[in-house]
T-cell receptor, first 108, second 116 residues
Framework: GQSLEQPSEVTAVEGAIVQINCTYQTSGFYGLSWYQQHDGGAPTFLSYNALDGLEETGRFSSFLSRSDSYGYLLLQELQMKDSASYFC?????????FGKGTRLHILP | EPEVTQTPSHQVTQMGQEVILRCVPISNHLYFYWYRQILGQKVEFLVSFYNNEISEKSEIFDDQFSVERPDGSNFTLKIRSTKLEDSAMYFCASLPGVRSGANVLTFGAGSRLTVL
């Protein structure tokens, strides 16, 4: 059990708040990371949760509930430049594996 | 800020040819990875490398693939006989140390491989 599940697409309005969910299978779980990838670019690290609760980094926050095998990325005050794909990821043994990614579309 | 460097940025090759993709990870990092991303799809793990040997590999990483760290800085991915389905973006990434705080992978900009 290594898979991570996240929605394929989410649409939100500029200035709004959006939440991207991720569920994972619990076997050998150490923590959940989030990465952002713009079209044509490389994934870049956003946030990491090892323990339950909320981690805040500016407009972006990430939450983890280990008992529910669930986490989310919260993006506030959305800007057009936030249009990208967002991947949750986890460490399993000596590799980091990624969910299929959530494409965030932002409407003006 | 330290970065992971990949070359070439784009390579076009004929099916059946050998390809070598090169990476220079961040110098004090211990774990090195290759990932593949087919256009519009997820980032797929290929192989992890630690202490000069493969620590884990995926089902994708079959006998056509190999990795090497020929010196203290370069980390290469070789595809022996390319197939059409090998066309993808290949990302190299490195990690300072596993299970030591946030597992922050630093990715290179990628090498786009096009197999004709």
């Amino acid at each position: 059990g290594q898979s991570l599940e996240q929605p394929s697409e989410v649409t939100a309005v500029e200035g709004a708040i959006v939440q991207i969910n991720c569920t994972y299978q619990t076997s050998g779980f150490y923590g959940l990371s989030w990465y952002q990838q713009h079209d044509g670019g490389a994934p870049t690290f956003l946030s990491y949760n090892a323990l339950d609760g909320l981690e805040e980094t500016g407009r972006f926050s990430s939450f983890l509930s280990r008992s529910d095998s669930y986490g989310y990325l919260l993006l506030q005050e959305l800007q057009m430049k936030d249009s990208a794909s967002y991947f949750c990821a986890r460490l399993k043994d000596d590799k980091i594996i990624f969910g299929k990614g959530t494409r965030l579309h932002i409407l003006p | 800020e330290p970065e992971v460097t990949q070359t070439p940025s784009h390579q076009v090759t004929q099916m059946g040819q050998e390809v070598i993709l090169r990476c220079v990870p961040i110098s004090n990092h211990l774990y090195f990875y290759w990932y593949r991303q087919i256009l519009g799809q997820k980032v797929e793990f290929l192989v992890s490398f630690y202490n000069n040997e493969i620590s884990e590999k995926s089902e994708i990483f079959d006998d056509q693939f190999s990795v090497e760290r020929p010196d203290g800085s370069n980390f290469t991915l070789k595809i022996r006989s390319t197939k059409l389905e090998d066309s993808a973006m290949y990302f190299c990434a490195s990690l300072p140390g596993v299970r030591s705080g946030a597992n922050v992978l630093t990715f290179g900009a990628g090498s786009r491989l096009t197999v004709l």
